[in-house]
């Protein structure tokens, strides 16, 4: 599958089957991702790749946990439920639609490295830079991964369990994990977005302006 045609079929994929990723292929689609762009040659970034049973496990539980909290927090409540009740709905609901994450063969972990190139004060343009370069390199990571058939997703519902996210990589202090990624062969490439989604997505000349803000670009 040329590039064009992975960019345009790359989807979010959250049902994986069990069946394994060759070495090679990943190895390949590692490669593509740090390829990507890198501000000030920095290559302030890292990944992990976790192929281990019970790593795999233990990071698919923390996983389905950060997503039961992000559903509580983003869902609104059903008429009447409590807060326990709600939080039980949220967990619920992570278990249902993530449940086969648990039989995902591999993850890649997304970080940031810094490597402390900017003058003092400008520590918040290097992590920008830094957050932005990663980001170029998990959507090349997507985009390859598509060409050869495989699924991934970028997630951070590991931000919502932080601290056993940290301990399961023993993390040192000052790398951080904005995104990560299951890699596997999805059951189906979702065709499009679900209706809930697509309803709400902005046609694309309205979030591109010809010249200056305001003038949403126009057919040629
Ligand atoms: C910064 C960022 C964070 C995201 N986090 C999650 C996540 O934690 N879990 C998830 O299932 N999808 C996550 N997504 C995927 C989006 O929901 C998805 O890209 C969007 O709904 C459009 O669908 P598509 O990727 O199939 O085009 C994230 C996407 C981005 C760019």
Do not use: C
Not at 11 to 16: A, G, K, L, N, T
Not at 33 to 41: D, I, V
Not at 152 to 175: G, I, K, S, Y
């Amino acid at each position: 599958m040329d590039a064009l045609k992975a960019i345009r079929h790359r989807r979010s994929v959250r049902s994986y089957t069990d069946r394994p990723v060759p070495d090679d292929d990943l190895d390949q689609i590692l490669r593509l991702a740090l390829l990507a762009p890198t501000g000030s040659n920095a290559q302030a970034w890292s990944l992990i790749v976790v192929r281990d049973a019970d790593k795999r496990r233990q990071l698919a539980d923390l996983i389905v946990r950060g997503a039961g909290k992000y559903f509580a927090i983003m869902r609104p409540p059903a008429d009447g439920a409590t807060p326990d009740e709600h939080a039980a709905w949220a967990a619920d609901y992570a278990e249902q639609v993530l449940g086969t994450y648990r039989q995902v063969p591999v993850w890649v972990v997304g970080l940031i490295v810094p490597r402390h190139l900017f003058p003092d004060g400008h520590e918040d343009d290097e992590r920008l830079s830094d957050v932005q370069s990663l980001g170029f390199a998990m959507e090349n990571l997507f985009v390859a991964a598509r060409a050869k058939g495989l699924g991934t997703v970028p997630t951070v519902f590991h931000w919502f369990e932080r601290d056993a996210f940290r301990q399961l990589f023993d993390l040192p202090a000052d790398v951080d994990s904005p995104v990560l990624t299951p890699v596997g062969y999805p059951t189906e490439f979702p065709k499009g977005l679900p209706p809930r989604l697509a309803d709400i997505r902005r046609p694309w000349r309205t979030l591109v302006h010809d010249e200056s803000w305001g003038n949403p670009r126009q057919e040629a």
